[in-house]
Structures are given as structure tokens and as C-alpha cells.
């Protein structure tokens, strides 16, 4: 229990900065005789991500209010791991905007706090099993488990689900191919879920996701957590600096120019429409005998099935 009493020590003064985008912490310690900890926070009115991402509201963001989300909860990571604080549960429902100011905030401290074997027992939660870092599965949290799952709300907010689990698991050697796949993976789930409702001018907008912000998302989710930022001080100067990090040995991967990220999604746009219109159109066909002489039946091609 030293360890766990070491780490909401820390909580404590996280708690005492009264940090824009943190829940305060009111108190945080272990109860006498136990074998649990408890962290005590302050309520934050206002609804969580998660309940923000559900109908009968968009399941993505705009790209304008994805920025300002991302900003103010990097901030929040980059000030608990200045702290020493790993928080080991971000996820949407971590995630709430205060109703009186609009700002988000992280909340729900304490599974940072918690030793290797309490840590495996959170595998069994089901509400968090989405947002798992490779290496949670071992029972380990990082400064960069943090990050990863900070990834993962991310491509959430633009893609309006979670990455595809063939494209996320991608084992490949080749950095720049497995960075390619989970970027295409990304622009076409923003595609699937632009509102209907929203204007020809809003749709093309909100489909040009910066070049920079998808590789920022694609460095997060890395498998290999050396590859990942390191903390939240790394991961916010990339954001400040839309992805520049000179003092970085290793560029974020898969780095395209916007104009070959605009072609990208111009043809992922096409295929789409393409699968609307061949849903969408009837087709007839006239068959000819094998003598080559017409014959009298007609082929229906109709939203994918062949009548004759």
C-alpha cells in the first residue's frame, strides 16, 4: 500500500492546482485497516463525451469543436504528467463539458494509483475494454498508456466509431503502410457519419481533416508505446506546433503533404458515391441467344440482385 499512498499524494496536490480542464480533487487516501483507496472529486455539471457522441445528437464533432477538445485535454494530460500523474482511464465517459463554461475537463482520477494486480482486474470491465493500451493487457500503465487511449477519443470524435480491429491490429513492417491503413480507416468512418442534414458546404469542410491532426491520432495509437509521444508535454508542443517536433529523434509517421491527404479524400468520397448510385439505379440488359439472335428475356440488375 506504499506505493498506492505515494500515488494519491500526488493526486492531492494535482487536485490543489484547480487546473482549468482537471477536476478538483477534494481528498484522495487510504481508509485505516484497508485494502482499497478512495479518491474524492468534485461534480462537474454537464454531460459527458460519450452521452455528446449519442443520438439523438451527430456522432462526430465538428472539425472547429475536435480542435477545441483536443487543445484543452491536451493541456490536462500535459499538466498530470508534469505532475507525475498518470490518469489510466481516458475514455469519453471521462471526459465531460462543464455546462456554465463550455470547457472540457478530465475526471475520474485514480486508476493510476492502482498496483499491477488491481490493474488486471480492470481488464473484466467492460465499459473500458474499448479504450485498452497493448500493454494494460500485462497489467502496465504508462505516461504513453495515456496517450494511447487520448488516441483512441480522438479517432472516436472524427470517425464516429472506434478504429476497424483488422486495420488497428496491423502488424506490418512497413511503418508508412500501417500508418496509410488506419488514416484511410479514419476519413472513410468521418464520411460514413457526416450528418445527411448538413450542407454541401459544411460536408466538403468537415471532410478535409487536417494532415497534421491525423498523424498526430496515428502516433497516439501506436502498438509500441517508444513509439508513441512520450507524455502529455510532447503530445501538446505537437499540437501547439501542428505537428512540427524539432526537438523529436523520430517524425510522427506516415507524413503526406495536404495536397496528396486531399486527393486521398476526394477518391474515398468517390466510392462512396459510386456504392450509392449502384444502390440507387436499376439497369436492363438484353440477352442474346448463343446464335446471336435477341432474345426476348431481359436482365434486371436491381440494388445488387440478378433477375431474369
Known sequence: MKYIGHELSKLKLLGDSQQDHIVRITDAAVPKNGNSF??????????????????????????????????????????????????????????????????????????????????????????????????????????????YRFGLVLFRVLAGRFPLKKTHDVRSQNTLEAGEKKRNDLLSGRLDHIPAIWSAEEKKRESLVPAWLINLVIKCLETDPEKRFADGGQLLTYFNNKGVLPDMNQEPVAIDTDKLLLQNQQLLLQKKNLKQLFRNVNWTIRLCTASGKKSTKWLCIKKGNWKI
Not at 67 to 78: H, P, Y
Request: charged letters at 25%.
Open 38 to 147: 478512495y479518491v474524492e472529486m468534485d461534480l462537474v455539471e454537464g454531460p459527458d463525451l460519450q452521452k455528446l457522441l449519442q443520438t439523438p445528437n451527430d456522432l462526430i464533432l465538428s472539425l472547429k469543436e475536435t480542435l477545441r477538445l483536443a487543445e484543452q485535454i491536451c493541456i490536462a494530460i500535459e499538466y498530470c504528467h508534469r505532475m507525475k500523474v498518470l490518469h489510466g482511464d481516458i475514455k469519453t465517459s471521462n471526459i465531460k463539458r462543464k455546462r456554465d463554461t463550455g470547457k472540457y475537463m478530465l475526471v475520474d482520477f485514480g486508476m493510476g494509483a492502482m498496483t499491477d494486480q488491481q490493474l488486471r482486474s480492470s481488464l473484466h470491465n467492460p465499459a473500458s475494454l474499448p479504450y485498452f493500451a497493448p500493454e494494460e493487457e500485462k497489467g502496465k500503465i504508462l505516461f504513453q498508456t495515456d496517450i
